[in-house]
């Protein structure tokens, strides 16, 4: 079975192609253009997304070596994400079905990040908890056979990755922000300054709290030129001490989860799980307390079709397929 899947639903525009035998082609197209501006633009991002998502479609089965012809099921992101953008990718791999006449699987943007760690060997034994961090979303589930996701917690304000993302644009790091702080970080002292780790509940998250309170440091430091020295020499210092308070709450909030749930299979996937200091701290976690870490390789933790692909498989195994009058859900939840 061919599966072509199509993810567009922020700022890339991806298409995979997922046979008996593996994963034939991975296509990523990042849509440039946004750094300038801070932040994606939904009117841009939608426009790109018209403009790649023929060429980048015809890369991916060009790569993976299949006509379309022999696609035998198309799956397509549906949401959750930006509305412009999910329409492209959603109206194209419905024509893609009906054209082809095979079936449409819509996926979950979400479900496609905790399915993505069977990209990779080695996989993760149902059931596992899984912290989904990315630009969009900050939660953690317990994930169970037969796509039961038993949601523990989620962020009630900003997601881990867009925390990464203003601080960095406090810091007139560019966007996105999160590569640049991990790369600047190696270079500082976690300990240069105490951030706030915002704990709520049992399992949920606040980034906005430790996003604010960086804003409150670097004003409090006085004028923009007295700002420009400190920061001169203290650049990597903020960021690794920024980096690290949300590491601890990330990683903490994973060791309670397997402490109470008892299960000893983890994962954690979506664009922040690329985090250097994030993946250490897991991996010393996982060794203090006995359990199973899964984290996937960069190409399939931010966006991307393959994880798409990955749970159309999961889904056409049980016959689950979608409507034609499948409709876009921007606020799509898992
Ligand atoms: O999963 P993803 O590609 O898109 C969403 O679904 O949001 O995640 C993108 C997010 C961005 O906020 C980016 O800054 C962050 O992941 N990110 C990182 C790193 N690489 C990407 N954050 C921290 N450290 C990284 N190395
Ligand atoms: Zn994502």
Known sequence: MNILAIESSCDDTAA????????AANVV???????????????????????????????ALGRAGIQK?????????????????????LSFGKALAVGLDVPLVGVNHLEG?????????????????CLTVSGGHTQLNVVREGFQHE???????????????????????????????????????????????????DFDFSFSGVKTSVLYYLNRLG???????????????????????????????????????GIKEVAIVGGVSANSALKREAREAAEADGFNLYIPPLAFSTDNAAMIAMTARFKLRVGQTSPLDLAAAPNLAL
């Open 151 to 201: 949601l523990l917690g989620r962020t009630r304000d900003d997601a881990a990755g867009e925390a990464f993302d203003k601080v960095a644009k406090m810091l007139d790091l560019g966007y996105p922000g999160g590569p640049v702080i991990d790369r600047l970080a190696r270079e500082g002292n976690p300990a240069f300054h105490d951030f706030p780790r915002t704990k709520l509940g």
């Open 113 to 129: 990040h905790v399915y993505s760690v069977f990209l990779s060997e080695p996989v993760p034994a149902f059931p596992y908890v």
């Open 223 to 261: 004028t923009d030129e007295d700002r420009r020295a400190f920061l001169n020499d203290h650049l990597a210092d903020v960021c690794a001490a920024f980096q690290q308070a949300v590491v601890d709450v990330l990683v903490d909030r994973v060791r309670k989860a397997v402490h109470d749930t």
């Open 16 to 23: 995979a192609v997922l046979t008996d035998d593996g994963l």
């Open 29 to 59: 197209s990042s849509q440039l253009g946004h750094a300038e501006f801070g932040g994606v633009v939904p009117e841009l991002a939608s426009r790109a997304h018209q403009r790649l998502i023929v060429p980048v479609v015809q890369e």
């Open 69 to 89: 012809s022999e696609v035998d099921a198309v799956a397509v992101t549906y949401g959750p994400g930006l509305a412009g953008s999910l329409l492209v990718g």
